[in-house]
Nanobody
């Protein structure tokens, strides 16, 4: 069993930066790939980024070059550094643990999410 708690969301102006954190509890954190997904108002949840236990990383095209995912296994934490934020990045961001995939169906555990609002 893995519990995930996100933090770091908030209101930021376009062009600004935020760093999201996802703290995991459970003895098998290092066994899982970790992913970030987001859901914008009126839209389906979409993949943002994922990282395997060995450091393999995937990004959605929409965030490539602006967002960076990383993990600190000693702290059982995964991060999402978001730079050059755009209004269209406004969403509830959730972290998830499971397989290394851009498909939410591959994830076994989910956090409740943290809201990111980017003003123009």
């Amino acid at each position: 069993q893995v519990q995930l708690v996100e933090s770091g969301g908030g209101l930021v102006q376009a062009g600004g930066s935020l760093r999201l954190s996802c703290a995991a509890s459970g003895h098998t954190f290092s066994s899982y790939a970790m992913g970030w997904f987001r859901r914008s108002p009126g839209k389906e949840r979409e993949f943002v980024a994922a990282i395997s236990w060995s450091g393999v990383i995937y990004y959605a095209d929409s965030v490539k070059g602006r967002f960076t995912i990383s993990r600190d296994s000693a702290k059982n934490t995964v991060y999402l550094q978001m730079n050059s934020l755009k209004p269209e990045d406004t969403a509830v961001y959730s972290c998830a643990a499971g397989g290394l995939s851009n498909n939410e169906r591959a994830m076994d555990y989910w956090g409740k999410g943290t809201l990111v609002t980017v003003s123009s």
